[in-house]
């Protein structure tokens, strides 16, 4: 059976937050909630999403459905939102890998980045069963973090690729993730304080 593929977004989201699940749905009134539980107002809500909060309303209570455009702008939204974020990750864990850094491991299709040609990764585990974990530091995991908080995946992204092409030479780059995971410790190491 082949592994599923994850899209970077939702693999960077459920590592950070230890195995949650992007809140992405065809249910708009549970979106809606998950935005209400973190703290947004429908008024705070509608004003994101460039709507009116009549219309939101509608849309919370079934009333009306939105059209596929703006059901893309609830997902969106949702998946964005620094307040939903924040909430999803443990302020306990947040602050551990702030101070101690993070070991990480992931399987994916890993390449390098090489100037002016197209990107020929092939299937490979960082961290696997024969493999250390890589361990980034406290100042790369903030940079991850602080991206990640604010609602800018590709930013995190790119800081996650950074860290990782630290410990490459010619950078790293990757594509098609199966799995992706910050650990506390590997084989009772733990970062240093």
Known sequence: MAKKIKDKDSALFGAITRGKKHPKSDDVGGMLSTLKGAGLSLKAIAKR???????????????????????????ETVTKAPEVRQQSLSPLREQRMRNQGS??????????????????????????DADKPIYLEPDQISAILDAYNNGDDAAAMQALEDALGDQYYGG??????????????????RPEM
């Open 172 to 189: 790293i780059r990757f594509e098609d993730v199966t799995s992706m995971e910050f650990i506390r410790d590997y084989g009772g190491e």
């Open 49 to 75: 999403m460039g709507k009116g909060e009549s219309t939101v309303r509608n849309w919370f209570s079934g009333k009306s459905k939105p059209k596929p455009e703006n059901l893309k702008k609830i997902q």
């Open 103 to 128: 070991y990480f491991r992931m399987s994916a299709k890993i390449g390098s980045k090489s100037p002016g040609s197209g990107f020929n990764g092939r299937e490979r585990t960082i961290g696997g």
